[in-house]
């Protein structure tokens, strides 16, 4: 093992990452010593990137969709054995005392520990995970097919248990968690509407390739009733057109960990026992059942790669709504062949291979 590791540093919110040498941290207690296989890039990132999460650790490595190999363990941690591949979620580690925790609900700790935000997270070669809150990973899809599970498949999942047994399902933001939660939703039985920025004709046809029922732009109302409706957007005017869509008894889900703020919007809207309700971060039994439910391979994932060090241009790409799917940083793309200049997506689960030069 080599005495350092690129890793890319946020030094202030608002500036671009920077291509750092930083040792290869050594585990302690608990901790377990990751060899990052591939990073998926989350919103969640882009909020701290861009400064509208207040920053908790700086200079910082985000990161929080991990998929990588144990390659050394602190004296405490005996879960996992060397060369076992892991995941590492958004969920890094709760007290276990207050009384959040105590009822099953770590998910809202009064002193959580978030993966990315207040430890360093996966946009490095290597990272440090509390093995406590690391995931076991099926072996039905690839590092990099795996990786936006950790957090657009678990954030989606939880979102969607929020939903209940609705038929009609509207997503609002057709981004990776969406693109997930439609396969999974389709499975069960139900109807989705996808919701996208008007005139965002890609995104809309790529939601009716997965099955979608329909789509359209978010400002206007789909052909029936929503019986749910949940918010991947973070832009709070959509709640109001939400209410708006959905049926007298129905829920609309915010699933963001940030949204701008809400507009006021006439009680009409709420009324007729409609529930406005959010998601918050995720839970270790969210994981271990959301596995469960998609270990067969059911549910492709659509992947944009990029190298560890064009984490900048996924970033880029993601703000401006240029991913259908989830966009990967796999760190062996800078030890090998160059990447093009903008990725290509991959559809599929374990035999698929980054794309060729164009």
Do not use: K
């Not at 070669?125 to 099926?138: G, I, K, M, N, Q």
């Amino acid at each position: 093992m080599n005495a350092s590791m690129t890793a890319m540093l946020l030094d202030a919110p608002g500036l671009p990452l920077r291509t750092a040498r930083l040792p290869i941290p050594v585990p302690a207690g608990h901790d377990i010593l990751v060899r990052v296989g591939a990073c998926a890039v989350c919103r969640t990132d882009l909020h701290i990137v861009d400064g509208e999460l207040a920053p908790h650790l700086l200079p910082l490595v985000p990161g929080h969709e991990i998929v990588g190999v144990v390659a050394g363990a602190g004296p405490l941690a005996r879960r996992f054995q060397p060369g076992q591949r892991v995941g590492v979620p958004w969920l890094g580690g709760s007290c276990g005392g207050c009384a959040y925790c105590r009822s099953g609900r770590e998910n809202l700790c009064d002193r959580p520990v978030f993966t990315g935000y207040d430890r360093p997270g996966g946009f490095a070669d290597y990272t440090l995970a509390d093995e406590r809150y690391c995931l076991a990973l099926p072996e039905t899809w690839d590092d990099a097919h795996a990786a936006p599970l950790l957090c657009a498949g678990l954030i989606g999942y939880r979102a969607y248990g929020m939903a209940g047994d609705a038929h009609r399902l509207g997503l609002y933001g057709f981004g990776a968690a969406a693109h997930l939660l439609t396969q999974l939703a389709l499975r069960r039985g139900r109807e989705v509407f996808a919701f996208t920025r008007a005139g965002d004709g890609r995104s809309q046809a790529f939601a009716r390739s997965l099955g979608a029922a329909w789509a359209g732009a978010a400002d206007t109302l789909p052909p029936a009733p929503l019986d749910a409706a949940i918010l991947f957007a973070p832009a709070g005017e959509l709640v109001p057109q939400a209410l708006a869509a959905t049926a007298r008894g129905g829920t609309v889900v915010c699933a963001g960990i940030h949204m701008s703020d809400i507009p006021s919007f006439p009680y009409r809207l709420l009324w007729g026992e409609r529930c406005l309700r959010s998601v918050a971060n995720l839970t270790r039994a969210d994981g271990a059942a959301f596995f469960r439910e998609v270990a067969d391979g059911g549910v492709a994932i659509t992947v944009v790669p990029y190298a560890l060090t064009q984490a900048n241009a996924a970033l880029a790409d993601l703000r401006a709504g240029r991913i259908d799917g989830a966009a990967v940083l796999l760190p062996e793309l800078d030890a090998g062949r160059a990447m093009p200049s903008r990725a290509r997506p991959l559809r599929g689960s374990a035999d698929a291979e980054a794309p060729d030069q164009p």
